[in-house]
């Protein structure tokens, strides 16, 4: 009888992941990681977005019951409030993490997904190096003839703030959103932004592997079915 | 919010560009048109307004404002929501907004694009000095303004400029736990991830989306088994023996929130697996398996309390390997599952079966695994090799048919039977 002696598979989100990261350690970025069980603090007022402001609305949030004002994390940016606060800059970072949102489920919608949001703080930083370090990433991470462009748009957390779109496989996708960090938030993560300055991105991992690798539902990524990993 | 292109000409002396042109406009300099509806001779535009803007712009005169600044054409009786009065300050270095845009602009060019927003410049004492209309009170800080400058001059002028390469310190808790996963797909684990938010747990959620949903997992445990279950169902479709899962999460107890190693192995060998693969890890990462638990099959382990153990990483030696290709969707159907076993001449290789099946298969066969082989020397003193593959058909448009089936397994035999001394078993 034939043992199983082949080799098991790596989930699409980590081989996702580790491409990530490995694109953006080439530019001098470092990972960390943090809780996913936040307090209201890191994930929304230290970002400028306090309670009772419109912004709140835009992200459908977990609480936790019968504790002081906790959430389950809606984007990983509270590990970058968390970075600041204990690092000094110059640094560049990046937060890989499951991220969660209260909404109905759907193809392209979950409760639960992947994010990484990097942030790149120095004394000479403007929107030129973000579109540089972005081009940089999609075009390793999809081929080299990705094409970028912003839109105006609005986040509580930079200004200016932008819409990401690509070019891939013929057609305009929006990706992700960026911007330079508002000074409040460089404020509450304890950096003078008289001195420094810097950008913010944040990207959905499982959206970029359902592009890259053309999966038809985010859902299959969480249901434990070996018949979507066994094919990586 | 809808807003008529028909009324917002009314606004302007000139012509406005056509419906396309204009939405392009907004979408690359204000806002995102979600949508664009014909109604008789009027285009009526689905504008998104973001909370930033919405104290002006959630009107049609906001709208003919936002139009006059993209592109200079000039509002007929001026502006209706400027009222003089209420006016405040912003004051930067002059170089501010080419800093923070990464692009020089010229003062004249900020002038003229801020003059249409009807914001006032001055320069005093080596600074820009900036009157803001009492409508535009959403401005109050210098990062505002180089957004409204960077909007309407053109993002797609910005450069890039990438960093030079550089190094940076590995974090050790994400260093180890893709050490860890290797070393399990090595041993013959795949990798799942599991949903965090369960129908039990320690910490309870306020606002579920779903009354089954409403704890966090205070284990991996739970979901391993349901995986475990689920995949066992389908292991001839995977051409597994036995199914060997694997997660690394966060779980959340009263006490916190921990980081959690889980394996799942299905079959009557599953204990013996478990602990073969445990010693493996124990080795390479340090810790003691003498008191742990494999006779069910599934195991957790606290995977936090380890890697603090472990030294700090200076290299980042994970495997990487290129992942190309697309995606097989998943069939909805039902498999079946037929055995087929031949008889060949020693020197026929696998391979030359499989081709074999495989061809006259046709797509249908969507797995074929060999599960016996062994050789017989016959009475005739001629020795052979017995070949017996597992066959896993399915469609992705229909349940197949018996009949189906029989008939395509019977093509395959005729094929391998009319082989100069092959037969069928």
Redesign the interface.
């Known amino acids: ?15 996702v992941i ?2 990530i ?2 694109i953006f ?9 943090g ?3 936040e307090t209201e603090y890191y994930n929304f007022d230290a970002l400028n977005i306090p309670a009772n ?3 709140r609305s ?1 992200q459908d949030t ?5 504790t002081e004002r906790k959430v ?1 994390r809606t984007q990983t940016s509270p590990v970058q409030i968390r970075f600041m606060e204990t690092h000094k800059p110059p640094f ?2 990046i937060a890989p993490g ?1 991220v ?1 949102r ?4 759907d193809s392209t919608h979950e ?2 997904f992947f994010q990484v949001e990097g942030l ?1 703080i120095d004394k ?1 930083i ?8 972005l ?2 990433f999609f075009k390793k991470l999809l081929g080299h003839d990705v094409q970028l ?6 986040f509580p957390f930079t ?5 990401v779109d690509i070019f891939f496989r013929g057609k305009w996708l929006e990706v992700m959103g960026a911007g ?1 960090v ?2 409040k938030v460089l404020e509450t993560g304890g950096i003078d932004p008289q001195k420094w ?1 810097g950008f913010a991105f944040g990207v959905g991992i499982d959206r970029l592997a359902m592009i890259k ?4 539902d985010v859902r ?13 | 919010m809808l807003v008529s292109y028909n009324e917002l000409q009314t606004y302007f002396v000139d012509k406005l560009p056509p419906p396309e042109k204009l939405a392009e406009l907004f ?6 048109v979600e949508g664009m509806e014909k109604r008789g001779d009027d285009t009526i535009f689905d504008a998104k307004v ?5 104290h002006y712009l959630k009107s049609e005169a906001g709208i003919a404002l936002e139009i006059r600044a993209i592109t200079g054409l000039e509002i007929k009786g001026g502006n209706t929501l400027y009222k003089k009065g209420g006016e405040t300050s912003i004051v930067m270095p002059t170089d501010f907004i080419s ?5 020089d602009i010229s003062q004249k060019e900020i002038e003229s694009i801020l003059k249409r927003m009807d914001i006032g410049v001055s320069e005093s004492k080596g600074e820009l000095v900036l009157t803001i209309p009492s409508y535009r009170n959403d401005l109050k ?1 210098p ?2 303004i ?2 409204e400058v ?2 309407i001059y053109d ?2 002028k ?6 030079p ?7 050790k ?2 260093y180890y736990i ?1 050490k860890i ?1 290797d070393v ?14 369960k129908n039990k747990g320690e ?7 779903a009354s089954d ?1 409403d704890h ?1 997992r205070a284990n991996l445990t739970d ?2 088994k ?2 475990l279950e ?2 066992v169902k ?1 292991a001839d ?2 051409g ?6 694997f997660e690394i ?2 779980v ?1 107890t009263k006490k916190g ?1 921990f980081l959690h190693l889980g394996l799942g192995v299905s079959g009557k060998k599953a204990g013996d697996t478990l602990k073969k693969t445990l010693e493996v890890l124990a080795k390479q990462f340090q810790f003691d398996t003498a008191r742990l638990d494999f006779s069910k099959g599934i195991f957790e382990i606290n995977l936090g309390d380890i890697i603090e153990k472990l030294p700090e990483p200076h290299i ?1 030696d ?1 495997a ?1 390997s290129e ?1 190309t ?6 069939s909805t159907y039902p498999f079946s599952v037929r055995d087929i076993a031949v008889f060949v001449p020693e020197n026929i290789s696998i391979d030359k079966v499989r081709e074999i099946i495989e061809k006259r298969a046709g797509p249908l066969l969507v797995h074929i695994k ?4 062994f050789k017989k020397t016959f009475p005739d003193g001629k020795t052979k090799i017995s070949y017996g593959f597992r066959l896993v058909f399915q469609s992705k448009e229909r349940t197949l048919s018996d009949s189906e089936i029989v008939e395509t397994v019977s093509r395959v035999t005729s094929a391998l039977n009319s082989q100069n001394g092959w037969n069928v078993r």
Not at chain 2, 203 to 209: Q, V, W
């Open positions: 009888m034939t043992e199983n002696t082949d080799k098991g598979h790596l989930h699409p989100l980590t081989i580790r491409d990261y490995i350690a080439e530019l001098g970025f470092s990972v960390a990681l809780p996913e069980l402001h419109p912004a835009m977990f609480w936790i019951k019968d389950l560049k970072m499951r969660f209260n909404e109905a489920t409760v639960q790149a000479k403007s929107m030129a190096e973000l579109k540089g370090t081009e940089y462009r912003f839109r105006p748009s609005f200004e200016p703030s932008v819409e330079m508002h000074p300055r690798y053309g999966i038809d299959r990524f969480y249901n434990g079915d070996l018949r979507l990993v066994n094919q990586f | 979408t690359f300099h204000v806002f995102e973001l909370p930033d803007r919405a800093k923070t845009l990464g692009v800080i990062v505002d180089a957004e960077g909007r993002y797609e910005i450069p890039s400029r990438v960093f390469n550089s190094k940076a310190p590995i974090n808790t994400f893709e996963k399990l797909v090595g041993e013959g684990f795949s990798e799942v991830y599991l949903y965090s938010i910490i309870e959620i306020e606002n579920p989306l949903k966090l979901g391993l349901e995986a689920f995949n389908n479709l995977l597994e023996n036995d199914i060997r899962i999460g966060n959340f929130e980042w994970v990487h992942k290709g697309i995606y097989k969707p998943i060999l599960f016996d082989e």
